[in-house]
């Protein structure tokens, strides 16, 4: 961060939320404790849940023009009656520090990236971080969302991963499952993978965030029973999530580089 301070580059971080969706506002809350830590300006925008289309897009494009803003995220979901396609075509690619946009997926896709979506990001640096090799084992990602599950699944491929995307209407998932060394759930119910669906020695990734009616904050994996037979597994809270909100910190600062914001 000095180093980019002492060449006149500041990244800075515009996150907008839109209406006041509690889950939400945690996490707009830690990203902007997230950029105190790591020195990065963050602005925030709170917009009521009955801003207009037109009012979000406005604002988007004066952020895309403005020099002195590196990065731009709007807080998903939108409120009902905002098209969240729209909004994430409205920003621009070289600002998109979520990597949603179109252009940036189809970089991905060819493995020519400026920026990677944070949480399969996180996910593929705890991998690395852990001295786990993917190259020519078996991966099982569960999920086929757009911001977690497809983007996971290339990035397991990139690293030569033999990879099986799961979804509601797999036939067998523990046929699926059990078959994998590498286990990346992202699915949003809670405790779905139990033990008895994982291979002995497995690595598990649990990306689920589910909160119980009691308040309480679940993975989309059993822990006790996977734990025991897993080689290493991720917790609930404090395993995926930290390292989305560190991997949107290294986007802020690749995009002051991309932009050189001042
Ligand atoms: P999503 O858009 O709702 O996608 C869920 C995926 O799971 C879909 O592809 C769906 O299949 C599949 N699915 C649903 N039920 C299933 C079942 N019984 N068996 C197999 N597959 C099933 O969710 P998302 O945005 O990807 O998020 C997934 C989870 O990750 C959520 O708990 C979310 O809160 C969490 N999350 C965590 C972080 C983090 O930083 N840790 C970041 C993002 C998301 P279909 O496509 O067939 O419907």
Known sequence: MENLKKDGIIPSLAVIIVGDDPASKIY?????????????????????????????????????????????????PLPKGLDEEAVINAISPKKDVDAFHPVNVGKIMVGNFDFLPCTPAGVMELIALSGIEVKGKKCAVIGRSNIVGKPMSMLLLHQHGTVTICHSKTADLKAEVSQADIVVAAVGVPELITGDMIKEGAVVIDVGMNRLPDGKLTGDVEYESCVVRASAITPVPGGVGPMTIAMLMKNTVKAALLNKTK
């Open 28 to 76: 707009v809350k830690n990203k902007k404790l997230a950029c105190e830590y790591c020195g990065i300006k963050s602005l925030e925008y709170a917009l009521p849940a009955e801003t207009s289309q037109e009012e979000l897009l406005a604002l988007i494009d004066k952020l895309n023009n403005d020099n002195s803003v590196s990065g731009i995220l709007c807080q998903l």
